[in-house]
C-alpha cells in the first residue's frame, strides 16, 4: 500500500501560477510511473503529466510549454508546476503512481485530488 498526499491546489487568475505537491509514504524509486490526472466537471479523467521511474516526461498536448512534472527523489514527492493557467485548466488534479506487483502486475494509486479553479 501507498498513500499519495497531494496538496497546493486553489484559486488563481488566469495567467497566473500555481504549484502542486504530491507526497508518498514509500520511495519513489519503487514506481513506476508518477503522474498527474485531472477531472472537469462533466468531463472524463485525464493525464495531464507522467514521469517514468527513468524520468521521461509526457504531458497531454493542451499544457505543454506550460506545465512541468519534477520530483524530489529525497523527499520522496512530485511536483507539478503550473505556469500560464487558463480558465480550461479548471479542474480537480489527482496525483498517480503506478507500483509494480508481482508477475506482470501494475497496481493503480491514487490522491485524493485538489481542486484548482481558474477564474477572473
Known amino acids: 500500500q501507498v498513500q499519495l498526499v497531494e496538496s497546493g491546489g486553489g484559486l488563481v487568475q488566469p495567467g497566473g501560477s500555481l504549484r502542486l505537491s504530491c507526497a508518498s509514504s514509500?520511495?519513489?524509486?519503487?514506481?513506476?510511473?508518477l503522474g498527474w490526472y485531472r477531472q472537469a466537471p462533466g468531463k472524463q479523467r485525464e493525464p495531464v503529466a507522467l514521469m517514468t521511474s527513468g524520468s521521461t516526461t509526457n504531458y497531454v498536448d493542451s499544457v505543454k510549454g506550460r506545465f512541468t512534472i519534477y520530483r524530489d527523489n529525497a523527499k520522496n514527492t512530485v511536483y507539478l508546476q503550473m505556469n500560464s493557467l487558463k480558465p480550461e485548466d479548471t479542474a480537480v488534479y489527482y496525483c498517480n503512481a503506478k507500483i509494480p506487483g508481482a508477475g506482470t502486475a501494475v497496481y493503480d494509486y491514487w490522491g485524493q485530488g485538489t481542486q484548482v479553479t481558474v477564474s477572473s
Open positions: 514509500m520511495s519513489i524509486f519503487s514506481i513506476y510511473v
